[in-house]
Structure formats: structure tokens, C-alpha cells
């Protein structure tokens, strides 16, 4: 990806250092979720927020079906009443090269869903990207880096233990920057979902599904944040910041985190009804399919089969 030299997000929250160190990625991924509006019909080239209408929203697979904090899990509950150092001043440009990249990726989604949401006459609310180390405060309760980068919808913010990319490098088989760029677009894809604020509707429903039913709900939601940072990677094609193979690293991430591919990675088969990300085949699809289109309101993963 070319990405030296360009503008770097102001959004970047900078704690590392401040929390407990635990570091990797040992434990499930709970924290991705958001709410969501589905895209439905025509619209521009990249279509705008006005066409999207509320379906689902998925705030975590362990508050779907437990109702408890999945984040608060990890503390007994008292997560809420840990440190909270204040943030410390970003390093200056050229001083910390992947922090230089993550905020080059941030600034680029901010100049993609600016002008997405501005097509439909509405600002788009950027979200702040929260860099710490092992753990910090989030709103949703103790973000842990075992359970990699999520969005918390409750403060809209982005949170990333760096020393993730190093796991998806050497444990899960997906190098690259743009495979870098690939998560954190995700992720954004989560806060473009929870602006459409169909949250309440969520916590309404969730009472009323099974565990399965839950999955099933959350496999589409993670499939359209897939496709959305296919949205992103078309962007950053025209603005002409991918270099050869920038595309391929991004689905073989893509096949790397699919719910088929680490559940026989880590115990040798897979359950189906246990999914709750998508199969390596339907998350390379649907990022596929946001690249090739650049339209968001192709991202309708809640209609028909996915």
C-alpha cells in the first residue's frame, strides 16, 4: 500500500503503555459488533446512507446470548473500575512507522465515509481509533488484547493492541499492510453500522433469539463490515494507494479469520451453528464484492442467501 507521505488521521488515540501488558491474541474475538442499516436499492457510485433502512443490530455474540458485558467477562464484572491513565501525546510523524500507517488507513476511511455520508446530505461522525497495550478502559468495559481489535458502540471508538498484526502475520498466516489496512477497515465498517443507530432495535430483539438464531444474525453483520472495507479498498484503488498484491492480502485474511478456517485450526473441525463471522469463502466474497462495486448499498447482506 502506498501510504507514506500521506495525512495521518487526528483521531488516534494514543495509549500504550498504560495498561497491563497481557498482550497477543489468546482469547475469542467478542468485541466486534455495532448496529447496522442495510443498504437497499440503487444510488451513486458509491451510494450514500440516505438508502439504507434499519434491519439488525448485533452488540456482541456474548451479549446476544448471555446479556452479560462479553468484555466485563474477563474481569468478574469489574472492569469499569480499572486505571484510566490519561492518554499519552501521539508520536511525531516518522517517529513510530506503524502508528504512521494506522493513522494514514484511519484518514483514508475518514475521506471515504465523509463523502458518503455528505452524498446524503448528513456528516459523518469520525471515530476515534484507540491504540493501547494489553489493556485499557473502553466504554463497553476492560478492552483486552487477547480478544483483538472490536468497536465499542457504546463510546464509537475503534481499539487495537498493535501487537495484534504481528499475531495475524505469524499465527494466522495473513501478512501485509493492506491486510492491516483490511482490519481496521472492518472495524470502521462497524461505527458506519452503528451511526444508522438501529441499537435499540437490537436490544429489543435479542431477548427473543436463540443462540443459533443469534449466530446467524451476526455472521450477516460481520459480512457487511466485510464488504464495507471492500468499499474502502475501492477507494483507496482510485485514489491509486495499492501496490500489486494489496488485494490478494486482504482476502487471504479474509480466508484466515473465517470461522470454518480457525475453528479447524484450533480444534481440528468445524461446528456451523457455532459461527458468528462468516466462512473464509463468505468474507473473501463479500469483500470482493464491496471492492468490485465501490456501492455500498451492494452490501445488503440481510437479504437472501450469503
Not at 457510485?45 to 434491519?55: A, D, L
Not at 483486552?144 to 481499539?159: E, L, N
Amino acid at each position: 500500500m502506498k501510504w507514506r507521505g500521506r495525512e495521518r488521521s487526528s483521531n488516534i488515540e494514543d495509549r500504550r503503555g498504560q495498561g497491563g501488558g497481557l498482550g497477543g491474541l489468546g482469547g475469542p474475538s467478542l468485541g466486534r459488533s455495532g448496529g447496522i442499516r442495510i443498504p437497499t436499492g440503487g444510488g451513486g457510485s458509491r451510494g450514500g446512507v440516505g438508502g439504507m433502512i434499519g434491519i439488525i443490530v448485533v452488540l456482541g455474540i456474548i451479549w446476544a446470548l448471555t446479556g452479560q458485558n462479553p468484555l466485563d467477562m474477563l474481569t468478574d464484572g469489574s472492569s469499569t473500575q480499572t486505571s484510566s491513565a490519561s492518554s499519552r501525546q501521539i508520536p511525531a510523524e516518522g517517529q513510530d512507522e506503524l502508528v504512521d500507517f494506522v493513522g494514514v488507513v484511519v484518514k483514508e476511511t475518514e475521506n471515504l465515509w465523509t463523502e458518503v455520508f455528505a452524498n446524503s446530505g448528513e456528516t459523518y461522525p469520525k471515530p476515534p481509533v484507540v491504540l493501547f497495550t494489553g489493556q485499557t478502559n473502553s466504554g463497553c468495559g476492560l478492552a483486552d488484547a487477547r480478544m483483538g481489535p472490536f468497536y465499542c458502540p457504546v463510546d464509537s471508538k475503534v481499539y487495537i493492541d498493535l501487537s495484534f498484526y504481528d499475531e495475524l502475520h505469524r499465527k494466522f498466516g495473513a501478512p501485509g499492510d493492506f491486510a492491516q489496512a483490511y482490519v481496521l477497515a472492518h472495524e470502521v465498517g462497524h461505527h458506519v453500522q452503528n451511526l444508522t443507530g438501529v441499537l435499540p432495535e437490537f436490544n429489543r430483539r435479542r431477548q427473543t433469539l436463540t443462540q443459533e438464531q443469534a449466530n446467524a444474525y451476526s455472521v450477516r453483520v460481520e459480512l457487511q463490515a466485510d464488504c464495507y472495507a471492500g468499499i474502502w479498498a475501492n477507494y483507496a484503488g482510485q485514489q491509486n494507494l495499492l501496490d500489486t498484491g494489496d488485494i490478494e492480502e486482504a482476502l487471504n485474511a479474509a480466508e484466515q479469520i473465517g470461522d470454518d478456517t480457525l475453528q479447524k485450526r484450533m480444534q481440528g473441525y468445524a461446528v456451523p451453528k457455532t459461527f458468528n463471522h462468516g466462512t473464509s469463502a463468505q468474507r473473501k466474497t463479500w469483500f470482493a464484492r464491496g471492492y468490485k462495486s465501490g456501492n455500498p448499498n451492494d452490501c445488503d447482506t440481510f437479504s437472501g442467501s450469503i
